[in-house]
């Protein structure tokens, strides 16, 4: 097994690319500790995994919150002793607004969320991996980051800010042996961000929704959309020894969207 032994906090581990991470992880050795804002989401994950015989823990904890990251790092070391790798998933889209519409409220939460939420916890769990001279952070950015999207402003900023904490961990961490890198999911239909997305986009341009994706899916090289399972496979083989030469970069989980 690719993880076996090692011990994962998985953020947004209830449901969507999470719950699949956390599957997919759990599969191949770790523990995982999984956070998120919704208990009977992410109890009901936890729970599936120890039924499976899996390693498993939640912690209902609101990232963008300093004492909830503290809170998440402590339950990580609680139940299984340490930390190895983190997983920062957790995710809101925000507004589906032009700028001049977006409040300073909504920019502060998706801001809080996706990128002062990912800064909290790679802190948190740095020192740790630093004196041991092993560990990994993966964090969850997205096609919105590199490409130029209409009504997405805080998302995009948050994301694109992601990409760049990634590279600036990366290059502090590299010399003490730890890797951090990101990935860039493109579309992914199944999560409720997506569909949320989806919907509000046909809602702004008085558009059918199957329509306006069919028309997405029209610019990917590859015609389909892209799928949990896709993006954690992805996040596995960042974890694993098989991506050992691999640290600072953004993998693109696209179908061929974007090309940097």
Not at 8 to 34: C, K, N
Not at 112 to 129: D, K, Q
Not at 191 to 208: F, I, K, N, P, V
Request: aromatic letters at 4%; charged letters at 20%.
């Amino acid at each position: 097994m690719l993880l076996a032994g090692q011990v994962t906090i998985i953020t947004g581990g209830g449901r969507g690319i999470g719950r699949a991470i956390a599957a997919r992880f759990a599969r191949e050795g770790s523990a995982v500790l999984l956070a998120a804002r919704t208990q009977s989401q992410v109890d009901a994950v936890a729970a599936e995994m120890s039924v499976a015989g899996h390693k498993a823990a939640a912690i209902v904890a609101d990232v963008s919150h300093e004492p909830d990251c503290q809170a998440i790092v402590n339950a990580a070391r609680k139940h299984f002793g340490r930390v190895d790798i983190l997983v920062n998933n957790a995710g809101v889209l925000g507004p589906v607004k032009s700028v001049e519409e977006v409040s300073p409220k909504e920019w502060d939460e998706v801001i809080g969320v996706n990128l002062r939420g990912p800064f909290l916890l790679s802190r948190l769990v740095l020192p740790e991996m630093y004196q041991r001279g092993s560990g990994g952070i993966i964090n969850i950015s997205s096609v919105a980051a590199k490409g130029a999207f209409q009504w997405n402003s805080p998302y995009a900023a948050s994301k694109a800010g992601l990409a760049g904490l990634t590279r600036t961990l990366a290059a502090e961490a590299a010399r003490k042996g730890v890797r951090v890198n990101a990935i860039c999911p493109g579309p992914v239909p199944e999560t409720e961000m997506s569909q949320m997305l989806g919907q509000a986009l046909a809602d702004r341009l008085h558009a059918d929704p199957d329509e306006l994706f069919k028309a997405l899916l029209e610019k990917l090289l590859q015609g389909k959309p892209q799928t949990a399972a896709d993006v954690a496979d992805a996040a596995l083989f960042l974890a694993s020894s098989q991506s050992a030469a691999i640290t600072g970069q953004t993998l693109n989980v696209d179908g061929g969207m974007s090309f940097y």
